[in-house]
């Protein structure tokens, strides 16, 4: 397959895996919160409601791009788009199974956080530009959130990157093969940890894409609807669709680097066409796994109050996570061979 | 809210409308919040956007006229306002009551509380973030709304008292349903213990965050669950016994703290104590009448002022009755616990933050509609 050829196709696969995983995630959500709460969700547009999500989209794509008075007309359009590309953007080094990945870079966990940092600014930015003191509250929150917890989160990757020696993605899932003890969650002698560090990472991604019980940036029943509270139509849209694929690729990178990724439990691999499917498989299992996670825990737990959720940060996780990066060097340092 | 945000420069504070429309104040309460960032600096609830003149309206019409008013104005313990108005009429035309209504008055304001405080209990906890249990009470209290609707006719705004008895007597469905309910609720309590209660994310939440001290609660009259989570030992039912209260046996729940925690565990442990009396109400249910032998047609109180104060399920609910002798009162004020309850917010709030605030809002279980009569 000629080179061009194979990055035209990846863009569509990215561009259409982004944008169905948010409209039918919001619809997974909306059924799991139904059934949670004893109640059935969505079920009248479509076979189980699956339509829903069409409509939804229908719907807020035909709503007008009111420009409330007083905003900052350029930040307030580009915001959106600032949450919603860079998300995009990862998914090009995500490896969905040992083949099927649009471009292998030695450094694509790097890149992954260099455009995540980006999420943030969008959403500063478009509190700001709105031009509405809820917005504002919840933009200075957002900004305090997620410098707070790209710290535990960042510490815990270099361990990961210590033990698996590479910053490529799917040089980390080839060295998780084998039985499902060698995924990394369950290397204990690669780092004493390691279960601590996958929670540590779990609970940061939860933070850094602002899902409840970390939800500041939203906090309906305070800040309105938060940095969104101005934006009309798509551009709120655009916001959710930001926000649901970066739910995914926090789960695609929790298990890439915890779960094996791509890996089968067993030692069990195929090659070609077959292989493709069936290592896209269990990624997506594990990835969706994860993904109810995140929804179960949402409708579960109340919000937590923002200075508790900074002290968690700064006075449990990391220090822990320092401790554990200390505790892996010198393991690696004093039992090389492991 | 448009535009300004560089307003108070000099000052570094901003004035932050919060409502009349906004998802925390379940209603049109506004409340005018001077912030120092996330701080609030000074708070300041602007009441009157429902104002429909309910007490005037109690001058303009007979004194059965009114009664429909009643289920208007608490309409989540409608059933209390009912008895409020109800009593102080009797009272003032010596009105007698069957024993019979008078239990069955018992029963349903008790069932009605309980409906109160499981609704309060959600939208409590939606208000710090929760959506879960707002559904599974509401899923409690449709149980206790097709009870009542089967013997009063509706299922929100009530208006089953009568001068001298209720409209309905009750029947033997009505009283196996009860009990069944109740059987049914104290499993149910365990689980929200389990889920809500227990939960630390709530207990951080909840836990020494917004005191209100004995002091203050007394200043600004707080009465209800608001006073008794600042320690106040003050329940109408027990320190102004009405109707039969005095011959049945329950505790009024009293937490020293204060904070909002307090206020939460009176409210949930008032749900058991209504769940006996209605549990020895309906054993003690006697024969009879549910009015009286004479029907009740003119009421034409004598002369005077006259007093009388039931216990709502957000605190004293009192109805002064001046009467001149004539069909209709001459002047009728009504004094409802939550305009007590948020007047104290302004103090309580000082220097506090904005999802505390909130907290604590919801923590006084305001009812709008009660507070702009």
Known sequence: MPEWLRVILFIIFVLSFAGLNAAYLVWCERKGAGHIQRRIGPKEVGPFGLLQPLADGAKLMSKQLFLPKGVDPILFMVAPLMVMVPAIMSFCVIPFSETFVAREINLGLLMIFAFASVNVLGLLLGSWGSANKYALIAGARCVSQNVAYEIPMLITTITMVMVTNTMNLNEIVRSQAGWFIHWHIFRLDMSLLMPVSFLIFFVCSLAETNRAPFDMAEAESELIAGAYTEYPGMGFGVFFMGEYANIVIGCALTAILFLGGWQAPIPLNFGGFLGVLWGMSWFFLKLYALIFTVIWIRWTYPRTQFYELLNLSWKVLIPISLFNLILTALQIKIFPWL | ?373
């Open chain 2, 1 to 373: 809210m448009n535009g300004t945000l560089q307003q108070d420069v000099n000052q570094e504070t901003f004035t932050l409308n919060l409502g009349p429309q906004h998802p925390a104040t379940h209603g049109v309460l506004r409340v005018k919040l001077v912030m120092d960032g996330e701080y609030i600096v000074e708070a300041e609830p602007v009441l009157g956007y429902i104002h429909r003149m309910h007490e005037k309206m109690g001058e303009n019409r007979t004194w059965a006229k009114f009664l429909p008013n009643c289920g208007r104005m608490d309409y989540l313990s409608a059933l209390s306002y009912n008895h409020g108005y109800v009593a102080a009429v009797e009272r003032a035309a010596k009105i007698e009551v069957p024993e019979r209504a008078e239990y069955i008055r018992v029963i349903t304001v008790e069932l009605n509380r309980i409906s109160s405080h499981l609704l309060w209990f959600g939208a409590f906890v939606l208000d710090l973030g929760g959506f879960t249990p707002l559904l599974y009470a509401f899923d409690d209290r449709e149980f206790i709304l097709d009870l009542l609707e089967s013997v009063t006719g509706s299922r929100l705004t009530y208006c089953y008292f009568r001068f001298g008895g209720v409209y309905n007597d009750i029947d033997d469905a009505f009283i196996a349903g009860t009990r069944e309910f109740i059987k049914k609720q104290r499993k149910r309590m365990p689980m929200y213990d389990a889920l809500v209660t227990k939960n630390i994310i709530l207990i951080k939440r909840l836990k020494e965050i917004g005191p209100i001290s004995k002091d203050m609660a007394r200043r600004y009259g707080a009465t209800g669950p608001v006073a008794r989570g600042s320690g106040i030992n003050y329940d109408v039912r027990k320190h102004e016994p009405y109707s039969v209260y005095p011959e049945l046996d329950f505790d009024i729940p009293v937490y020293e703290e204060g904070d909002s925690m307090a206020r939460y565990m009176v409210r949930m442990d008032e749900i058991e104590q209504s769940m006996r009396i209605i549990e020895q109400a309906l054993d003690k249910l006697p024969e009879g009448e549910i009015k009286p032998k004479k029907a009740v047609k003119m009421v034409k109180p004598e002369k005077g002022d006259y007093y009388h104060a039931v216990e709502a399920a957000r605190g004293s609910f009192g109805v002064r009755l001046v009467s001149d002798g004539k069909n209709q009162a001459y002047r009728l004020k009504l004094r409802s616990p939550t305009y007590s309850n948020l007047s104290l917010y302004g103090e309580a709030t000082k220097g506090m933050l904005l999802p505390d605030a909130l907290a604590l809002m919801g923590s006084l279980d305001l009812v709008i509609p009660e507070i702009d009569r």
